[in-house]
């Protein structure tokens, strides 16, 4: 069966930190990966997304992503953190049949 | 456009009561999907519609669960006899399926609290 891992569960930063999130996914079929974000109190976000082409994408909010087909990775960057990004990040990969696959999530806290 | 919307936002029911949820999606978003959340895990995938037709369920949806969508717009999911266990946050999101690309919006979700 397709699953998702997100390698932390909560991260913490100070401002101006550099963040990386660590998703990995088993499928090996046509993958599109996504990325969602829940600030506290909202709903879920998009915050990027990965079809086809280059396997950098760039999101909302400075936030990009490298998908790495050799490593089933799909990792969220962000060079310098806010304290706004506060929020619980999940990782998704789109079943083949339409549905999203979602990692257990990251919760983010970033220190002012 | 408004987004997707998702009716009652809270919902504090007995066990053994029936509840209904509401969703209505972007407008001519031709899929619509279910999800629960339930604290400290990603949403889950319940069922999804094209249109009208529901194309897919998962087993975690027992028998005590339905969802329709009668005219291809909004959807409602209905649990029948709930559970304490099924408490959780039930998430709708809507979709415009078109070549390659099919990208998910989410509604605010109903909360569920079964008592």
């Known amino acids: 069966a397709q699953s998702v891992s997100q390698h932390n569960h909560h991260v913490i930063l100070s401002e101006a930190a550099s963040l990386e999130l660590g998703c990995n996914y088993s499928?090996?079929?046509?993958?599109?990966l996504f990325w969602y974000v829940q600030y506290p109190g909202q709903h879920l976000q998009l915050l990027l997304k990965?079809?086809?082409?280059?396997?950098l994408v760039k999101g909302i909010k400075g936030f990009e992503a490298e998908f790495i087909k050799s490593k089933f990775s799909f990792n969220l960057r962000k060079p310098s953190v806010q304290w706004s990004d506060t929020a619980e990040y999940f990782c998704?990969?789109?079943?083949?049949?339409?549905?999203?696959?979602f990692g257990q999530g990251t919760e983010l806290s970033v220190k002012p | 456009d408004t987004g997707v919307s998702q009716n009652p936002r809270h919902k504090i029911t007995k066990r053994g009561q029936n509840v209904t949820f509401r969703c209505d999606p972007i407008?001519?978003?031709?899929?619509l999907y279910w999800y629960r959340q339930t604290l400290g895990q990603g949403p889950e995938f319940l069922t999804y519609?094209?249109?009208?037709?529901?194309?897919?369920k998962s087993r975690l949806l027992s028998d005590r669960f339905s969802a329709e969508r009668p005219k291809g717009s909004f959807s409602t999911l209905e649990i029948q006899r709930t559970e304490q266990g099924d408490s959780a946050m039930y998430l709708c999101a809507s979709s415009y399926l078109a070549a390659s690309t099919d990208t998910q919006y989410f509604g605010p979700g109903t909360r569920l609290t079964v008592l």
């Open positions: 519609f094209q249109n009208e037709a529901q194309l897919e």
């Open positions: 998704a990969p789109l079943h083949q049949g339409g549905k999203l696959i």
């Open positions: 499928y090996g079929g046509t993958v599109n």
């Open positions: 990965y079809f086809s082409g280059d396997p």
């Open positions: 407008s001519e978003h031709n899929r």
